[in-house]
């Protein structure tokens, strides 16, 4: 589905900061159903083992006290490894949006200078930035008018 101009103005006109916010808010939710997800299997998986702990202390000696000391290494695992998920969703989310804001903010910043008349040297876009077809357009334009001068 092709944009219309104004729909990609639209977007174009949301700053880096909004952006930077709202993706890492996604990331956050994303993170934090991940955790909801693993703690819910978590808690049906325990109550299983539970069960099944319940049924052969039923037969033999000892083994409910076993099976909570269990359980509580299982959640303390399960945490860890939720906030170690955490940690890594954040980082990925504040580079991602700095790969896609860092651009624009640069576009941004240099067309300014170009729409008050200074010469504006080409932009390089970093290894990983987006939108790098505006960046060959942006450059067109300032080419154009250093052949022109």
Known sequence: M???GADQRKFLSISDLKFQREFVGLMV?????SIFIML???YFMIERFATLASNLAAISGNVEGEVHAQMQR???MMIGVALVNCGCIAIFAFWFSKRVSGIIFRMTRDLNRFADGEQVPKIVPREGDFFLTMVDAVNRV???RRSKS
Do not use: P, R
């Not at 939710?29 to 159903?33: G, Q, R, T």
């Open 2 to 4: 092709n944009k219309t």
């Open 40 to 42: 819910v299997g978590s």
């Open 29 to 33: 939710f994303v993170a934090i159903s």
């Open 142 to 144: 300032f080419e154009t």
């Open 74 to 76: 299982i959640w303390l």
